[in-house]
Structures are given as structure tokens and as C-alpha cells.
């Protein structure tokens, strides 16, 4: 798939802004904060409904402005798409083909993309949340179902957490069994998943890295539950006191992680900076090929400032991979391995808010 028209009406720090891509590559260069990042902002809200830099999205609309609005019209393997996404400083509403969707969840799967900025750089490194993030992210899109049972979860777990609350006037334990059983239910269709998903993962990320390392590392990406199916009602008993006493509840898929291996050796603790990068960089590959085999055709690759984190060879890498992908990358200035390696379908100079198709 790729996106064919880009239009920005008050987002950020556009006023307006009308833009053909490219179905190739199209390179977005100028200086800092001159409103590159929020081009991909936009395509990533229309595909997940957040930003991947706030969690309130009303400081997304132009200062002094009440309303913002994305549209970006798809085309994909059989039939072209029109996303329209709205945002005021009270709510976000989207339609898609003129047709206004009760649920943003809907957006998912809708158009698939993959962003890589150099905070995923630090995926190894950062906070187990980041890394339960990046699963989240690509599992909502290639799987409503995962969606809908993540999303029930954490409404259900903010309820037991109440409940948790609760218990210290009321003493009712009853309450909190029936968020057990629900959370139970919710919970064991993500670890499934998660499961699932990650021994993927983890079988085409081996290879990509594998190659990019020229056989000398084999990486191993391995799924760590915060409870196992079979043990969950078991060890929601188990902390019940412990989350009366802390009133939050301190076990379920909310608390897992994923560790990563390269001959045996755990990257989080020893790894180099340069070993981190490629296993990032691995994943990142490997979420591109997972995507577009459950979707059938290839999502849309978002790179955001990482060429220059990136050597030589591993931008060769990335390229190598990225074939036959619509290709969105922001950088300050082009390094000139790209222009070497890559048929840079268009290169556009942002300033100001304002973007200009130049001559290659
Ligand atoms: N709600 C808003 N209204 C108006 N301008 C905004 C708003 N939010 C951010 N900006 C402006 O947008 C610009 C930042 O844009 P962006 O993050 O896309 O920069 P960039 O070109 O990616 O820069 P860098 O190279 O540093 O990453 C800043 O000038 C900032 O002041
Ligand atoms: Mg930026």
C-alpha cells in the first residue's frame, strides 16, 4: 500500500499543507524543528489514532486553533482508502472513505505502517513499557481481536485496581473476584497472542540479524509472561494481599517483557551500543515482513531521523529490505550513501511548516 495525497489543516506547525508522495521513497530534509517529524506524526495517527510522541493529542492542533485535521488518501492492492482524522481540543473523530467510524479502532489495519525513530534504538535498553509498546502496536494492526481484548483488559484492570482501593472501607472481597474472572478471560487471549506473535518475531528476526552480522551473532528474541496461561488464577491469588496492601495489581500481561539473546548472552545487561542497534534494527525488519504477510502486501515504512544513527552498512541493510516499500524519511541533511544506494522517488525541503518538492 501506499499513501498517494497527504493533506494538513492546523496540525502542529502547519497551517496548511497539500503533498503528492511518492510510492517509492521520499525524502523529507531541513534543518531542526522546522516540521518534518510531524509529517509522520500525522500518517501515525491515522494508523494507530495517537501520537507517537504525547498522550494528548490536543497539543497536536496549531496554537491559537480549535480544530486539526489529517486526511490521506491510500492506495492499496485492490481498492484506494480516504482517511480523514479530526481533531478538537475535546475529542478525535475519524472516517474512513467519508464514512464516520464509532469506534478508532476501526483506524487499525486500516493502513499498516511501521515507524522506526531513534527512541526505538533504545527498545533493548528502555523500560519494559517501551518494549510491551512495540508489541502492542503491531499486534492491534494485523489483529482486531488482540485490540479489542487489550483494550477490555486495561479497562478491567482499572477497575479491579478501584476495587483494590476500595477494600480498605468496604472489605469486600467479592469485588475483586469478579475482576479476577473477567481480567482472567482478557488476559490469557493477550499472553496467547503475545506468544504467538514473539516466537515469529523471533524466527525472521534470527535470520535478518543473522545476515546483517554476517553470521557471526544469532540472536534470540524470547517472550517473559508476567504469568503463564495455565498459572494465572493461581497467581492472582497468590498477590491478592500484596495488592490489597499496594492497591494496584502487581502480576498480568501489563508487568511482561521480552529479553533478548545473542549467543547466549543477555543485550540488555551486556550488549554494546552497536550489538543494541542491530537487534532493533532486526526487529524492525522482521515487524515489516510479519505485517505484510498477515496483510497480504506491504505496509508503509516511517523512518524518522535514524539514517544518521545508522553505519553504512546497516543503512544498506535497511534498504535492502525495504524494497518495493513506501519509504517516508526525515533527515537534516542527506548522507550521501542514500543517494548512492537509493532511486529516491522524491526529495522535498521543509521549512517553517511549509514543504517544497525539489528538483533531485
Ligand atoms: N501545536 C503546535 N502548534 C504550532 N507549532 C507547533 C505545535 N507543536 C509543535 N510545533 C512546532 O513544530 C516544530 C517541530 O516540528 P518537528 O518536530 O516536526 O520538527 P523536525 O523538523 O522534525 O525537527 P528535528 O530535526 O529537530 O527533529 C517546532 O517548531 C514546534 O514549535
Ligand atoms: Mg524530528
Known amino acids: 500500500?501506499?499513501?498517494?495525497?497527504?493533506?494538513?489543516?492546523?496540525?502542529?506547525?502547519y497551517n496548511k499543507l497539500d503533498l503528492k508522495l511518492d510510492a517509492g521513497v521520499n525524502i523529507f530534509k531541513g534543518d531542526n524543528a522546522q516540521g518534518k517529524t510531524n509529517i509522520l506524526e500525522a500518517i501515525y495517527l491515522c494508523a494507530t489514532a495517537r501520537s507517537h510522541r504525547t498522550h494528548k493529542e490536543k497539543e497536536i492542533i496549531r496554537w491559537g486553533n480549535e480544530y486539526a485535521h489529517v486526511m490521506i488518501n491510500l492506495q492499496k492492492k485492490y481498492i484506494d482508502d480516504i482517511i480523514d482524522f479530526h481533531l478538537s481540543q475535546k475529542s478525535k473523530a475519524a472516517a474512513i472513505n467519508k464514512i464516520p467510524i464509532n469506534k478508532l479502532g476501526e483506524l487499525f489495519g486500516c493502513i499498516n505502517i511501521v515507524m522506526?525513530?531513534?527512541?526505538?534504538?533504545?527498545?533493548?535498553?528502555?523500560?519494559?513499557?517501551?518494549?510491551?509498546?512495540?508489541?502492542d502496536i503491531e499486534l492491534c494492526q494485523i489483529d482486531r481481536l488482540y485490540y479489542?481484548?487489550?483494550?477490555?483488559?486495561?479497562?478491567?484492570?482499572?477497575?479491579?485496581?478501584?476495587?483494590?482501593?476500595?477494600y480498605a472501607r468496604n472489605r469486600d472481597l467479592s469485588a475483586i473476584d469478579i475482576w479476577d474472572e473477567q481480567l482472567e478471560e482478557y488476559a490469557k487471549e493477550i499472553i496467547k497472542k503475545r506468544s504467538e506473535f514473539i516466537q515469529e518475531i523471533n524466527n525472521i528476526a534470527k535470520c535478518i540479524h543473522e545476515d546483517i552480522t554476517g553470521g557471526k551473532e544469532c540472536l534470540q528474541v524470547v517472550y517473559?509472561?508476567?504469568?503463564?496461561?495455565?498459572?494465572?488464577?493461581?497467581?492472582?491469588?497468590?498477590?491478592?494481599?500484596k495488592d490489597i496492601l499496594y492497591?494496584?495489581?502487581?502480576?498480568?500481561?501489563?508487568?511482561?517483557?521480552?529479553?533478548?539473546?545473542?549467543?547466549?548472552?543477555?543485550?540488555?545487561i551486556y550488549g554494546s551500543q552497536g550489538q543494541q542497534r542491530t537487534v532493533v534494527l532486526s526487529?524492525?525488519?522482521?515487524?515489516?515482513?510479519?505485517?505484510?504477510?498477515y496483510i497480504g502486501e506491504e505496509p508503509i515504512l516511517l523512518l524518522d531521523d535514524v539514517l544518521s544513527e545508522l553505519d553504512d552498512k546497516r543503512q544498506k541493510d535497511l534498504f535492502k529490505y525495504t524494497q518495493?516499500?513506501?519509504?517516508?524519511?526525515?533527515?537534516?541533511?542527506?548522507?550521501?550513501?542514500?543517494?548512492n544506494t537509493q532511486k529516491i522517488g522524491k526529495l522535498y525541503y521543509v521549512r517553517e511548516g511549509n514543504v517544497e518538492e525539489i528538483e533531485k
Open 283 to 293: 526487529m524492525k525488519l522482521a515487524e515489516l515482513s510479519i505485517m505484510a504477510k
Open 247 to 268: 492497591q494496584t495489581t502487581s502480576v498480568g500481561p501489563h508487568r511482561d517483557d521480552i529479553s533478548f539473546f545473542i549467543n547466549e548472552m543477555d543485550v540488555k
Open 148 to 166: 479489542y481484548a487489550l483494550k477490555q483488559y486495561h479497562k478491567v484492570l482499572k477497575q479491579r485496581n478501584v476495587a483494590l482501593k476500595q
Open 324 to 339: 518495493n516499500i513506501q519509504t517516508l524519511i526525515t533527515c537534516t541533511g542527506i548522507e550521501q550513501s542514500v543517494w
Open 116 to 135: 522506526f525513530s531513534p527512541e526505538d534504538l533504545q527498545l533493548v535498553k528502555s523500560s519494559p513499557k517501551e518494549r510491551r509498546r512495540f508489541i
Open 224 to 241: 517473559e509472561p508476567s504469568v503463564n496461561l495455565d498459572d494465572f488464577k493461581y497467581k492472582m491469588l497468590k498477590f491478592r494481599e
Open 1 to 13: 500500500m501506499y499513501i498517494k495525497e497527504l493533506s494538513l489543516k492546523d496540525f502542529r506547525n
